[in-house]
């Protein structure tokens, strides 16, 4: 076989047909291969993994690292290394066009650098277009592979080693889960934790269920043996992902719901917060703002999307929920937790969008006060049927919409993000600040951000905190003592 790097290849027999033993067994063989690069360079190879988009995405790229320290590779902050991955996102335009670009600063390392190898993987890798210009204009990538086999990334570094040229592997959909494969965690002390993946729900705008896959649940047991051990590892907050956390459990075999996971995650020693992400209004239960109420260890946060706050557009984009609706929700959870910091992700310029609709959305930014909200400009994304709707706003008008929409956001989150100033709160010590020495940089369980003087070893602490000073967005404090309470 002809191969485009200088490795002694291994003869491969008995090659395990179960996951997750087939990969150690590719993992081995991977060692041996980079073991064999690393002697001829005279160092250790070095890899970089570059994350584009989402949550779901960043623990993706934690499982990547994984495998990569794993099999020998050493991280290195630059993207002038042995192993470049790209872990892409399409779930807009621009999305996609940052990574075209980046590949062309990737192909200048490549050429100083023959050993190297540069990966793509993600959702856009699951778009027969972008593949095809891949093959066209970008013959220098290496490996391509999609959502559905990350799993397989061991076996598939094994394969791009021994080729000479792109290997590629998309799968269109899958039902399988692989449990118990490597993964490093970019912090100590929290963690996502995937405990579904994919969408059922199409929204018309939105690419995800097409590049995700159908909805799956991971297996209770198995959410709960991962979070144990991130506890007995020193974990104290986890953030549960996927893309609709509210309809968990539906197509287990033992049917179980996303409050009933969650009682069952609060009952995990060493566990002290408890996030989760994404929340869709119209699958968000009773049952689960009770447990909500109730709970010790859930963070008073909830991102809750809006994406449009005119119900004539909700239908069109197939929402299933009303503004009355969304307003209701937002209210109930206000009453039944009190002090929680809504969040929330909204579009502008959906096909067919006037000014009576974006109105409605102001109206409902206003009525809900919402801590913080992701502002998009609509992006067609080809293949979704908002693609195809005729009546797409001029371009113009969805900049002076999205300006004063922007605006609003920022007052708003200006005058409640303050709400907890001048008390003592739990926070969690994350990093240093890196513009402020001496100073240490938190989280609030509402998520809002607190500076304050502090040092690198309450890392991953709870530690109270005086919020002394409102700055908007973020606060100013000090560690609580007796004195300054
Ligand atoms: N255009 C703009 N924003 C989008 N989102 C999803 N699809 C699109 C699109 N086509 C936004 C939604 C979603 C967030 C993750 O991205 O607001 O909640
Ligand atoms: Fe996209 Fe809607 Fe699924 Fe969220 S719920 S991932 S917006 S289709």
Known sequence: MKKKIDIEIIDKKQIPQSEPERQYYFMDIAKNYVEQLAAKKGSPLTFHVTTFGCQM???????????????GYVETDTEDADFVIYNTCTVREN???KVYGRLGILQNYKKKNPHMLIGLCGCMMQETVVVEKLKESYRFVDLIFGTHNIYKFAELIVTAMESDSMTIDIWKDTDQIVEDLPVERKYSFKSGVNIMFGCNNFCSYCIVPYVRGRERSRRPEEIIKEIQKLAADGVVEIMLLGQNVNSYGKNLDNPMTFAQLLEEVEKIDGIERIRFMTSHPKDLSDELIEVMARSEKICRHLHLPLQSGSSRILKV????????????????????VPGISPTTDIIVGFPGETDEDFEETMDVVRRVGFDSAFTFIYSKRTGTPAAAMEDQVPEAIVKERFDRLLKEVQDISAEVCGRDVRTVQEVLVEEVNDHAPGLMTGRLSNNTVVHFPGDASMIGRLVPVYLQESKGFYYMGHIADKENE
């Open 317 to 336: 984009m197939n929402r299933r929920y009303t503004k009355e609706q969304y307003l209701d929700l937002a209210e109930r959870i206000k009453k039944a």
């Open 57 to 71: 995405n960043a623990r993706d790229s934690e499982k990547l690292v994984g495998i990569l320290e794993r099999i």
């Open 95 to 97: 999305a996609n066009n």
